[in-house]
């Protein structure tokens, strides 16, 4: 196997050029690369983009215009971990919008339907506190919550 890691796979069906700057736009180190075409005779209109690699945050990634036949669903998901409320509220507010949809527990869907969870570094540490009141305060704040609120969060830890 290649020492360089995994490149994940995007399915669209017609987007994939438009998603890969879309995220590019969104997170550093991030960059276009290659853009294939369909060639004559492919199930496609010739000329038309069949892949496009890109870089989102280091991350490797090949958007597929693929068609119709498959769409994304929840159970796949990409975690964001934030140091800040600020970094929460970024990324909050880049990938819902125009037409995104917010979910439970810091989960969203983005305006392509792929699923994201925006979460606080720090909060797996909280949740699994050896201390269960500490652990089971967390739980409960965060589970009613969307959005994520660092703030509210280290308040239930605390027992404020």
Request: charged share 20%; hydrophobic share 40%.
């Amino acid at each position: 196997m290649a020492t360089n890691g995994f490149t994940t796979c995007l399915w669209f069906d017609g987007q994939a050029e438009e998603a890969a700057h879309h995220y590019v736009s969104i997170f550093k180190n991030s960059s276009v690369g290659r853009v294939v075409r369909y060639p004559e005779g492919a199930p496609q209109p010739a000329g038309s983009v069949l892949t496009v690699e890109f870089t989102a945050n280091g991350h490797r990634f090949v958007a597929l215009n693929g068609g119709p036949e498959f769409t994304f669903n929840e159970s796949v998901s990409f975690v964001i971990s934030c140091e800040n409320q600020e970094e929460i509220d970024y990324y909050w507010t880049k990938l819902i919008e125009n037409g995104g949809e917010p979910g439970p527990c810091g989960w969203l869907k983005d305006k392509y339907g792929v699923s994201w969870q925006v979460v606080p570094e720090g909060l797996d540490d909280m949740v699994a506190d050896p201390d269960p009141e500490k652990a089971a305060r967390v739980t409960k704040a965060f589970m009613a919550m969307t959005k994520f609120d660092i703030a509210a969060l280290e308040k239930a830890y605390a027992g404020a």
